[in-house]
């Protein structure tokens, strides 16, 4: 039993972390441009088979195959799919920016919200045209050797998504605090016609925070797809997961997001261990529950409109 | 009437349409046309959710198979007549509307529409994944068709009742959106700080519209799920949620015909690319994010400028009689404020503050920038809650109150920053400052019964009334908006009045008027004061405080320094250092208080 429950909650800490990532990825296009990027969903999926047909490249096989069978992709082979799998999420990213969210960004109405959907739809349906809806069985960087840990068998993919996750967070965590550019963006954060005027260039800290935005969407897919199979449909869940965790964290505190992001994935485990199908409705539960009691999350500052 | 004359086209096309679907024989056609009752109902609803209220609602497919499941575990596990069926299965629908819409009590904008496509979700995967119940994918088998006679309805019936049911939620909700709910729905989608501080229920009026869309939406799914006589969860799947979006996004959000033209033109593009779904998701992404860019109102508001009509003309004055009574006469306390004080972190924008105001009097309160007065405005409309003290209005407390039970209480307001509803006209501006003294109901408004209509009508007239007091009848319909920035003051002023407020509060109503404005507007002040409705007015032009007010109050730093008649207040040396600072030789020479306009 003890080690059952261990064993849930690795594996949600592990799930978590890519939650968290997204969640992260959310809290920075909130806080720089007020607009969140609806489709965050697809581009997981799309990380994930970026990354995957990244692979197929170098191994050989058509893009356009659904089963690695036997080969297995090196560590080199890993490394440059994951390079392709960032650099093409960070691209759909800047694409995003430019022709989904720039045009309605700051117009009353929330145009933005339906352009970005539209746009994870065509992803989408531009991937489903291409590897049909069945899901991928993706080979991890570091094996499918389980190892032992404290009487419990964990998959090394776990560790090193967890790993990879909390390792980015630290990073982020430096960036903003204490460097100039996390200083920059934090000015566009809390008034961009300000941030401007002191001579920041605004429009491309926009930029950018939609491409590291959709480059850690990306870094989730990637991660995910090993332990999960890579799906089109798996990143729907994902990125409302990933937001359930901002939103629980509170979406202006980048902090609070990563936080929410863990523990909504250790929820999520424990709960499957339980009854599968009342998971996602238990997230659901939690998200209402802090939203009634701390609407800005609970590490989020208050909101105060000036009348 | 115009309204029969609506009803009788609608009949007219409806019957048209029955006419012409009786000479189809083929089976796919029929089907195509039954599509498209279906999703006209769910963009009909959906319409007064996202056109009108201005919410996103991203999870519409969990409504449709609430409906759909509704129908399909209640005629298949009990022996339930088909149609009581579909009845209850509108009603479980309306629950879930509910539950939608509970969020939105303390989320707005993005995250609510985040919590509804989470909603979608959470069906979707529990209809998919909860196999005992709902079968998921094998899906629930012989849910009872709908029956005419003791027979199962033909595949032309079942066209028949879906445009009959069209028609009929067409005419409903063309009532319910053209009078007092209309206005207020499209009121909390301009400013919902004003449409409270007007009376609208904000909260109660969004609840309504998630109900409407999640009934429509689930009669949708329940009519599907008795038709085919099947149902599973490949049905419901985020991209319905998208379609439905889409119907009324594309045909035209906020108009009355806008669902009409996206139903039928999108459903008929959908059955024209079945074969192809990624073409099909394609192009509804594509729409998406394009759509909007091309025509912000949708395919109908491509085409509104050829047909809109000419702006009525002028209203003719049949208000000879204008500047009725407004409030109540009598003398005593109006207002009493005792020992408010708030606390935002350590800004103490009052400390303290105590002041008494009559009936029939002009009150002012003056004081330096940052001495608090817009915020004691605030807390005296339940906008901000006091750290401490009581506010009480004719005897009731008001502090804790909702903005909207203050303003029926008689308390009516303008703001610094005008907040009037820009694109709505002047005219519907004013009459939504008398919604809270409407007193006809959803029922009512939605079957259009004559009390509902005599209501209108005379929330209409008083609004005409009002308008030849502030003196713009002649501007009565053109959108708010577009108004000079003097005016739209007068407009807000207008708006309030309609409230039928005993207490009136002006919060800089002098700003941004020229001299010869000002003076139009002391003497405006001065006419609204003999209608039985007391002021108290926050102004920087020290002119109009002292030539129209009875009694001043000043405030510097949330501290109440002085109070009085005006005179008084000029010459006390309190007032005057708060103003001008003191300086210490001069601090005896008698400052010109009126040349301060800050």
């Avoid at chain 1, 994935?265 to 997230?283: C, D, Y």
């Avoid at chain 2, 969020?103 to 529409?113: D, H, Q």
């Avoid at chain 2, 400028?305 to 009689?321: I, L, V, Y």
């Avoid at chain 2, 509060?505 to 507007?521: C, H, K, R, S, V």
Wanted: glycine share 12%; hydrophobic share 50%.
């Amino acid at each position: 039993m003890v080690e059952a429950l261990l064993q849930a909650i690795l594996s949600g800490l592990a799930v978590g972390g890519a939650y968290a990532l997204v969640a992260l990825g959310f809290s920075i296009t909130f806080t720089t441009t007020k607009t969140l990027n609806f489709s965050h969903g697809e581009f997981v999926s799309a990380g994930a088979f970026i990354g995957m047909s990244a692979l197929f490249l170098v191994l050989g096989l058509p893009v356009t195959s659904t089963t690695f069978g036997q080969a297995l992709p090196g560590a080199g082979a890993q490394l440059l799919a994951l390079a392709a799998a960032l650099g093409v999420m960070g691209l759909l990213g800047w694409l995003l920016y430019v022709i989904g969210v720039r045009p309605f960004a700051g117009r009353p109405g929330m145009a933005w919200v339906m352009s970005t959907l539209g746009f994870g739809v065509i992803l989408q349906s531009i991937g489903l045209a291409i590897w049909g809806p069945k899901p991928v069985v993706v080979p991890g960087p570091v094996g499918d050797t389980v190892i032992r840990l404290l009487g419990v068998g964990v998959r090394p993919q776990e560790l090193l998504t967890l790993g990879v996750a909390v390792v980015i967070m630290i990073g982020f965590d430096f960036v903003m605090n204490r460097t100039m550019v996390g200083k920059a963006m934090r000015a566009v954060a809390a008034n961009g016609n300000v941030a401007s005027l002191m001579g920041i260039n605004t429009n491309a800290v926009m930029i950018g925070a939609f491409v590291i935005s959709s480059a850690l969407a990306g870094l989730s897919g990637f991660l995910l797809a090993p332990i999960a199979q890579a799906s089109l449909f798996m990143g729907l869940t994902v990125g409302l997961k990933g937001f359930s965790g901002a939103m629980i964290g509170g979406l202006s505190n980048p902090r609070g997001c990563v936080i929410g992001g863990f523990v909504l994935g250790v929820l999520e485990s424990l709960v499957n261990l339980w009854q599968a199908q009342w998971r996602e409705v238990a997230v659901f539960a939690l998200v209402i529950l802090v939203l009634a009691f701390r609407p800005t999350g609970l590490f989020g500052k208050k909101l105060v409109e000036k009348v | 009437m115009k309204r029969s004359q609506h009803l009788l086209s609608v009949v007219l096309v409806a019957a048209a349409l029955v006419g012409i679907t009786s000479l189809f024989g083929n089976d796919y056609y029929l089907r195509i046309v039954f599509m498209m009752c279906v999703y006209y109902l769910c963009a009909a609803g959906m319409n007064v959710l996202v056109g009108y209220a201005g919410q996103k609602s991203l999870g519409q497919a969990g409504l449709f198979a609430a409906g759909a499941y509704s129908v399909a575990l209640l005629t298949t596990r009990t022996e339930m007549n088909p149609w009581l069926a579909l009845v209850i299965a509108a009603g479980i629908s309306a629950a879930c509307g509910v539950l939608i819409a509970l969020p939105s009590l303390r989320v707005k904008g993005p995250y609510l529409a985040m919590v509804t496509l989470a909603f979608g979700i959470v069906v979707e995967k529990l209809v998919g994944e909860w196999t005992d119940v709902f079968g998921g994918a094998q899906g629930i088998y012989g849910i009872k068709a709908l029956t005419w006679n003791g027979q199962p309805l033909t595949s032309q019936q079942w066209v028949w009742l879906g445009i009959g049911l069209c028609a009929l939620t067409h005419l409903l909700l063309r009532n319910l959106i053209q009078g007092r709910f209309g206005r207020a729905l499209l009121s909390l989608q301009a400013d919902e700080i004003a449409s409270s501080s007007v009376g609208v229920r904000v909260y109660r009026a969004k609840v309504i519209a998630f109900v409407v869309a999640a009934v429509t939406c689930g009669i949708a799914g329940a009519l599907v799920a008795q038709q085919n006589q099947y149902i599973n969860s490949d049905f419901i799947t985020f991209h319905l949620s998208i379609f439905i979006l889409l119907l009324v996004l594309f045909g035209g959000a906020g108009s009355q015909y806008g669902p009409l033209v996206g139903t039928v033109i999108l459903t008929a593009v959908d059955a024209a690319l079945a074969r192809w779904p990624s073409a099909q998701h394609f192009l509804y992404g594509f729409l998406l994010l394009f759509a909007l860019y091309v025509m912000p109102g949708g395919v109908t508001g491509l085409f509104s400028k050829w047909f809109r009509r000419s702006t009525d003309a002028p209203e003719a004055s049949n208000a000879a009689a204008a500047p009725t009574r407004i409030g109540p006469e009598g003398k005593g306390e109006l207002l009493v404020v005792q020992g408010v004080t708030k606390n935002f972190g350590g800004v103490k924008p009052a400390q303290n503050v105590s002041f008494r105001l009559q009936r029939g009097h002009i009150h002012a309160l003056i004081g330096p920038n940052g001495a608090g007065k817009s915020t004691m405005i605030n807390m005296l409309t339940g906008l901000i809650d006091p750290t401490e003290g009581s506010i009480q209005f004719l005897g009731q407390e008001v502090s804790g109150q909702p903005v909207h039970s203050i303003c029926c209480m008689g308390m009516g307001r303008t703001f610094q920053n005008l907040r009037l509803f820009a694109e709505l006209s002047v005219l519907d501006n004013v009459m939504l400052g008398r919604h809270s003294r409407m007193t006809n109901g959803f029922f009512a408004s939605l079957f259009a019964l004559p009390g509902a209509k005599k209501q209108e009508a005379a929330t209409r007239e008083r609004a005409l009334q009002l308008l030849d007091l502030v003196g713009l009848l002649h501007l009565a319909h053109h959108p708010a908006g577009s108004l000079p920035y003097g005016l739209q003051r007068r407009v807000e002023l207008a708006r309030a009045l309609a409230t039928e407020p005993q207490l009136l509060l002006l919060d800089e109503p002098a700003a941004g008027l020229n001299p010869q404005e000002t003076a139009e507007l002391g003497q405006l002040l001065l006419r609204i004061g003999k209608c039985g409705v007391s002021i108290l007015m926050v102004e920087h032009h020290m002119d109009l405080v002292m030539s129209i007010s009875d009694h001043v109050i000043v405030l510097d730093y949330g501290i109440k320094i002085a109070e009085g008649k005006p005179a008084e207040v000029q010459a006390n040396p309190r007032v005057v250092e708060a103003y001008l600072g003191v300086d210490e030789e001069e601090a005896h020479v008698k400052p010109e208080l009126e040349s301060q306009p800050c």
